[in-house]
């Protein structure tokens, strides 16, 4: 059963994340986690660190009142360290993931109107990667997801990573993988796609962390109009975001070697957090906030330390909802203890 917080915090930076549930079923972390429908479907993850087998759960978390319940549906995925995506407002699409055993490149579907897992069918044409883990999955379209990761099977990855483009047909319950090219090596990486800046204005998909390097690489270019993508609205805490990076001191450099971060996309600004540092041989799980700006061009980083040690998170999600940036699961600094909490950013301008 949810618990409501008290609203207690710890201010570092001008920024803090705010409890407002506990709950034991959100203890988890390597989840995927999707708002659908003013509700946070999160599905399997790891339970505690070091476990072999994946949770099947899929639990539902309302916002609103602050509860979470388990979804009694059957053939629930058995999944860690996979993706998902709203599809039509309707299905959660669940793409690839590590299932204790092997890497897997299948798709699974709930639908929500319904509360029952479907078994969508590949099409005759599908071209499916040999398995994905800690990929990432980016909606385009109701019939198209950007899908960008490296191929693995059992115990090895390839050194190199690919972009597919996933089509559905929710209507013949169908899904088609397609390799579009090959690009550097990442695991464990962040997706947004953002609205491109200058006189020539699209959508580019950026791919950030999951690799020593830390420059952002595009996974993908559109014109105007191509993408159709109606992205959540955040007006106020868009004008937050903005006020919070006109005290900071703007850089070309983002992170370097971060991986296993959360990323939201809160209009022209992707707000990252915590992750798992490469460059570090110790205290490696992190609990800084990076914002990147797009208003203008070239983009920004803007770096927000934290001194509260309790917020250090690795294998967690954030979602976009209501105006406001929430926090689920995900380990501590140990990266072995779930963290049963549901947070909500607060900024202090």
């Known amino acids: ?30 989840h995927s986690c999707t708002e659908l429908r003013g509700r946070f479907y999160l599905v399997g993850g790891l339970l505690t660190g070091g476990a ?19 979804l009694e549906a059957r053939d629930s ?12 407002g309707r299905w959660l699409c669940v793409v690839g993931g590590w299932d204790g055993s092997r890497r897997l490149a299948t798709v699974k579907v709930l639908d929500t109107e319904h509360g029952v897992w479907e078994a969508w069918t590949a099409t ?6 040999a398995g994905l883990s800690s990929h990432t999955c980016t909606r385009l379209s109701d019939r198209e997801l950007r899908v960008a990761g490296r191929e693995g099977g059992t115990r090895t990855q390839r050194r190199y990573g690919s972009i597919y483009t996933l089509t559905l047909d929710p209507s013949a319950r169908t899904y088609c993988y397609k390799e579009d090219y090959h690009t550097a090596s990442r695991s464990g990486h962040c997706a947004a796609l953002l609205q491109t800046p200058g006189p020539h204005p699209g959508h580019q998909l950026l791919l950030f962390g999951g690799c020593n390097s830390a420059e952002p ?25 903005a006020r919070l990076v006109s005290k900071g001191q703007g850089s070309r450099q983002g992170p370097r070697g971060l991986r296993h971060h959360s990323c939201s996309v809160v209009g022209p600004f992707a707000v990252l957090f915590g992750g798992e540092s490469l460059t570090r041989a110790r205290d490696t799980i992190c609990n800084d906030l990076y914002i990147y700006d797009t208003r203008k061009s070239p983009s920004l980083w803007f770096h927000f330390p934290c001194a509260d040690r309790g917020l250090k998170r690795v294998g967690h999600r954030t979602c976009l909802w209501n105006d406001q940036l929430y926090l689920v699961g995900g380990f501590g600094e140990d990266g072995r203890t779930a963290n049963p909490q549901v947070c909500i950013l607060d900024l202090f301008i």
């Open 77 to 88: 995925p058995l999944l860690s360290h996979h993706d998902a995506a709203n599809v039509g």
């Open 52 to 70: 072999r087998k994946p949770s099947s759960d899929t639990v539902v978390f309302d916002p609103t009142g602050g509860q979470a319940v388990r």
């Open 217 to 241: 690489e595009i996974a993908g270019q559109w014109s105007q109009g191509k993408i159709k993508e109606e992205l959540p609205i955040a007006p106020r805490l868009m004008e937050q975001l």
């Open 124 to 129: 005759p044409d599908n071209c499916p990667p």
């Open 1 to 30: 059963m949810a618990v409501a917080m008290p609203p207690s915090r710890v201010e570092v930076s001008g920024w803090s994340w705010r409890p407002v549930a506990r709950d034991a079923l959100l203890a988890r972390a390597f």
